[in-house]
């Protein structure tokens, strides 16, 4: 009696299988598996025993033996309703501002200067301030020396001693000395600021990243 069940279970299987009509290939449609799971395909091919297709949901290529189908739906031609393409939407961070490389020493001092780069303005400012210290000193010892040679030739000598002050001249020395060491301080800070420029343009890399939405899911695109 239980070997009779059997094969009556084994009959009725058969037969459900059977009944699984699978056609031969299929432009689009889902397939049911026998544990109930739905998968949306199309490009399906049906060939001894075996169902190839491409799965729509991540555009894998996968296939199921026959008895592993439970039903095939097509969805023929004039049922597939066109869709317009999905425009893909590229969205992207704010771009920074990036810095024109120059390479010639002139046009990255006029890039820093328009830039307002804090360590060149520094550096100018005090190269500036120095030329104003020699400018000055220089002036300051080129009239003290006029001075003092005026009155050499005056006629207001007393005890053969003149009476020019060397004042004059010391605080033209010392003003043009100051002013020397502000220019080669100021001159290095402006160079360091065009190196430093030089050196982020070799070593900086900035890539642009993407992030892509179409018809094929959300990714990310970077672009350098």
Do not use: W
């Not at 992207?92 to 020493?105: I, R, S, V, Y």
């Not at 009476?163 to 220019?183: D, E, F, N, R, Y």
């Not at 890539?207 to 672009?223: H, T």
């Amino acid at each position: 009696m239980k070997k009779i069940i059997t094969l009556l279970c084994i009959a009725a299987s058969l037969a459900v299988y059977s009944q699984v009509s699978i056609p031969e290939t299929s432009q689009k449609g889902t397939i049911t598996t026998q544990n109930g799971m739905t998968i949306q395909y199309k490009d399906l091919k049906f060939s001894k025993g075996k169902v190839t297709y491409k799965n729509v949901e991540n555009g894998a290529e996968e296939f199921l033996y026959e008895n592993s189908v439970k039903a095939v739906q097509e969805v023929h031609a004039g049922e597939i309703s066109e869709t317009p393409a999905e425009t893909p939407v590229i969205s992207t961070a704010e771009p920074e501002k990036e810095n024109l490389k120059f390479t010639d020493k002139h046009d990255i001092k006029n890039y820093l200067l328009q830039q307002k780069d804090s360590e060149y303005m520094k550096g100018r400012a005090t190269n500036n301030l120095g030329t104003a210290f020699v400018a000055g000193g220089a002036a300051c010892f080129l009239v003290g020396g006029l001075l003092n040679l005026s009155q050499a030739n005056s006629t207001s000598v007393k005890n053969g001693e003149s009476k020019g002050s060397p004042v004059p001249l010391i605080i033209g020395l010392v003003g043009a000395g100051v002013g020397v060491t502000l220019k080669l301080a100021g001159h290095s800070q402006m160079k360091n600021a065009v190196n430093n420029y030089r050196n982020a343009n070799n070593s900086k890399f900035t890539p642009s990243y993407y992030v892509l939405n179409d018809s094929n899911g959300v990714g990310l695109m970077m672009k350098f």
